[in-house]
């Protein structure tokens, strides 16, 4: 177990790493492998800060707490740290048993009705017909219609474009603000007027 520290505005005494390391090896035993563990300790005004980060094969597992006392704060993180790992394991477990009753001889001796469809249809012949897609799909003709209600012909103000907008009944509308800059309203599907500004 490789245990990485750090301290911020903070020095890692040994009884502070004897604490942590006799978690972790609580937490490697519940995870049943390796890992690799970063410990960061930092004082910020009058807050202790523990950060404490576990790389294992099941993911990453982060704690942060925080006390008056750095002692308190690497118990905090180290508990939660544990509780984590404990989650971790009873949902690995749960996923395996429930894949090991998918597959259980059990599970074979009464047919679902998925089994006894593929059991008749083995015991008898039926005709399939399958559909056969074209080689290429036909596209379909781009139909233009050239509007020129979507388009502002004098400047205006973002709010002005957005009131003409509405007034004309238009999903986008093309308008210079008062500075001459090329601005287009759009709205989306869900409503909202968005603003595009081309460059």
């Known amino acids: 177990m490789n ?60 704690a942060l707490a925080q006390a008056n006392d750095m002692r308190i704060a690497i118990g905090q993180a180290l508990e939660h740290l544990e509780k984590q790992a404990l989650k971790n394991k009873t949902r690995i477990i749960a996923k ?19 089994t006894a469809i593929a059991a008749a249809a083995a015991t008898s012949t039926m005709s399939m017909v399958v559909h056969k897609f074209p080689a290429f799909a036909k596209s379909t003709e781009v139909h233009l219609v050239r509007s020129d209600e979507a388009v502002a012909l004098r400047p205006m103000t973002l709010e002005e474009a957005i009131k003409e907008a509405h007034f004309r009944d238009r999903d986008v509308f093309v308008f210079r603000d008062p500075k001459g800059k090329l601005m287009i309203l759009h709205r989306t599907r869900d409503g909202k007027m968005e603003l595009i500004e081309a460059p």
């Open 3 to 62: 245990v990485e520290y750090t301290g911020r505005h903070y020095e890692v005494t040994a009884a502070d790493r004897k604490e942590i390391e006799a978690s972790l090896t609580k937490i490697k035993k519940i995870l049943r492998g390796e890992f690799e563990s970063k410990v960061v300790l930092a004082v910020e005004k009058r807050r202790h800060k523990a950060e404490i980060t576990i790389s294992s094969r099941v993911g990453p597992l982060v």
């Open 96 to 114: 395996k048993r429930r894949n090991h009753k998918e597959w259980d001889g059990e599970a074979a001796v009464q047919p679902t009705p998925k």
